[in-house]
Structure formats: structure tokens, C-alpha cells
């Protein structure tokens, strides 16, 4: 039997934690909470998805480091923080304006998923 796909979720805003969770297992991932995106190695998750306004100011180690673990960094921000999307592009995440994000979140793992499971 092969193990659900791991998707760990850096999303304080209850508001926008729920919809999140929601989207993974109906994905059939399995999310997990991380205190941030440099723990999802360890906790071998194929797909991070992160609000970018989470990282502090800047988002970049922490994507880059979620990264070359060999996940795919997911985020989102207001899109009035075009700095930080940008920035977070620029280290290797999907970024996308919080307007959207959700909209596209199902397919982005179903995508992601998909091709994302690595053999646990």
C-alpha cells in the first residue's frame, strides 16, 4: 500500500488553515503542520505550501531551504506584497496573490501530487 503524499502546511491564519487542510486531503495528500518550511526534509513532504507573510522579512532562506530538501514550495501574500511573491519566485516557489490561491490550490496538487510522490 503506498503511503498518502506529505504536504506540510505553514499557514497560521486559522481562516486560511482550514481551506488549506481541507484541499490536501482532498487531494489525497496528508498534511502536516510545520513551524516552518525548513522542517519539511525531515518530515518528508513532497509539497510545502506556506503564507509568505509567515517567513519574516525575508522569505528566501527559508524557501531555498524547503527546496533543496526536494520539496516544492507553494506560497502566498497579499498581492500588495508583489515584493515578497517575487522574492519567493526568485527562490524557487510557486507563488501566488492570496486572491487566487486558494482558487488554484486544487489544482496545483492535484499537479503536484500526482508527479510529486516519490516513494515514501
Excluded at 503506498?2 to 482550514?18: A, D, K, S
Amino acid at each position: 500500500m503506498t503511503e498518502e503524499p506529505r504536504v506540510g502546511v505553514v499557514v497560521p491564519n486559522p481562516f486560511l488553515h482550514i481551506p488549506v487542510v481541507a484541499a490536501v486531503q482532498a487531494s489525497g495528500g496528508r498534511a502536516l503542520d510545520l513551524a516552518d518550511p525548513g522542517a519539511a526534509a525531515a518530515a518528508r513532504c513532497t509539497v510545502v505550501i506556506v503564507d509568505l507573510d509567515a517567513l519574516g522579512p525575508d522569505p528566501t532562506p527559508a524557501i531555498r531551504t524547503a527546496a533543496d530538501g526536494g520539496a516544492t514550495v507553494v506560497g502566498f501574500a497579499p498581492h500588495a506584497r508583489s515584493e515578497r511573491l517575487e522574492a519567493a519566485r526568485a527562490a524557487g516557489a510557486i507563488a501566488l496573490p492570496r486572491s487566487l490561491f486558494l482558487q488554484r490550490l486544487p489544482e496545483l496538487l492535484a499537479t503536484l501530487l500526482d508527479h510529486g510522490d516519490r516513494g515514501a
